[in-house]
């Protein structure tokens, strides 16, 4: 062991007089331990609600969306197969988008009523993976019988609907009459129930066959537009200018990231601020170190002295109070990490139980979008934290480890 480090170790230890400066090495400890733990768990629930915000919007929405800048897409079989030629493309899936309303008599609540080929929609999004109650292939119903409509969980409740209760769905685009546009109503079966977890989605969407939709809206034999898997999630921004390129006019391809950039972008620009805020907290622990070193510097002058004219040199004095220093960085640091891991591992059972104990909800989904609390730990970021630390532990070090090593023996003896 190098004597500088031995030096340093045997300053940390708490002697009679210098029970104080023990108090504020332990405060500064607990200081940059509660900064690393704070930043790992914070940023564990960021990257976690990111993550599964991302799952739960591929989950429930295709990769990219290609439209008609005139309206409905028509002949969509060709353009289907085109698009499919598209090299990173998997899978394609025709789609209609429109806005309703449903009524069950005593509530009424509008949604978005999307028409889907029942046949390849589950090639493309995970909605079959979602359901609770029933199936995605009830949607096609037989002739003569009521059509199938699935909708969310949320949406279920707010109206009070069951799987196999029946639901008016109204569309103000209707029929022209001598009176004006009169909606259009028809009357729907409840055939199944999904829940992707995602509030926004389980409250506001509804679900049936190609053909209801179109038949229903008085489309005829178009669509809005088409839905595609693609082989990399990551790369779809690329894929879209090709197929835009490919295609031409007056056909444009919108990717998921695109279609969700605001609550993306927020997500990653807060993510960074909440770093630099809660590495302010590692900073103020780092002036408690550098205030411990100072006073133990005062306290040790005489042993400065003396170990300068014992032929130590000023670089070896600077290395004990850096040592000293970063000891104290290293194990608030540890500890940190140590809380951090184990709070961001069980975060979900910590909340439920303080929610018990308090009876006030922490993690409201209606307002969250999802409904659990999420917490993803990234091995990155916790190496980036603890080098954080223990940089600005350094830093704290330098100053009062430049003051000692700068002391004169002589003048440090004088009143000795």
């Known amino acids: 062991m190098p004597f500088e480090l031995f030096i340093g170790l045997r300053y940390l230890k708490a002697k009679r007089k210098s029970t104080f400066i023990s108090l504020i090495t332990l405060i500064s ?90 046949a390849t929609d589950a090639k493309v999004t995970n909605l079959h993976k979602s359901m609770v109650e029933g199936d995605l ?22 109206l009070g609907l069951f799987l196999g209760d029946t639901v008016d769905v109204i569309s103000p685009m209707g029929n022209i009459t001598p009176l004006g546009m009169m909606p259009k109503l ?29 038949q229903f809206l008085g489309l005829g034999d178009v669509v809005t537009g088409i839905q595609l898997k693609v082989r990399d999630v990551y790369k779809t921004g690329e894929l879209a200018r090709q197929i835009d390129r490919e295609l031409g006019p007056p056909y444009h391809a919108r990717d998921w990231m695109q279609m969700n950039k605001n609550i993306l972008f927020a997500l990653k620009t807060e993510k960074s601020v909440m770093f630099i805020i809660l590495t302010l907290i590692v900073l103020v622990a780092a002036f408690g170190i550098a205030s411990t070193l100072f006073m133990v510097v005062m306290e040790k002058t005489r042993d400065i002295a003396i ?34 891991l184990l709070v961001a591992l069980n975060l979900e059972p910590i909340v439920s139980v303080i929610q018990k104990l308090t009876g006030f909800e922490l993690f409201s989904k209606d307002i969250y979008y999802l409904d659990h609390f999420p917490s993803q730990v990234v091995a990155s970021d916790v190496v980036l934290i603890s080098v954080t630390a223990v940089l600005i532990s350094f830093a704290a070090t330098l100053y009062p480890s430049w003051a000692a090593s700068r002391m004169a023996p002589a003048e440090a003896l004088r009143y000795e």
Request: glycine letters at 14%; aromatic letters at 6%; proline letters at 2%.
């Open 307 to 340: 170990l300068k004219s014992m032929g130590a040199t000023s670089r070896s004095i600077m290395r004990i109070f850096v040592f000293e220093g970063l000891i104290i960085g290293v194990l608030g640091t540890i500890i940190g990490v140590l809380g951090g």
């Open 186 to 214: 028809n009357r729907f079966r409840i055939t199944g129930i999904f829940n992707t977890g995602m509030f926004e989605y389980d409250s506001t969407l509804a679900y049936v066959s190609l053909k209801e939709a179109q």
């Open 29 to 118: 400890v607990a200081g940059v331990a509660l900064g690393v733990m704070a930043l790992i768990i914070v940023l564990a629930v960021m990257t976690g609600f990111e993550e599964d915000l991302k799952e739960k919007i591929l989950g429930t929405n295709a990769h990219i969306v290609v439209l008609s800048g005139v309206g409905a897409v028509q002949d969509y079989p060709q353009l289907m197969k085109k698009l499919q030629g598209v090299d990173g493309v998997v899978a394609s899936t025709p789609f209609i988008y429109n806005q309703v309303m449903l009524s069950t008599g005593k509530n009424v609540s509008g949604v978005v009523l999307r028409g889907i080929d029942v």
């Open 137 to 158: 292939k009830s949607l096609e119903a037989e002739v003569g019988k009521t059509p199938g409509v699935v909708i969310g969980k949320e949406l279920a409740k707010n």
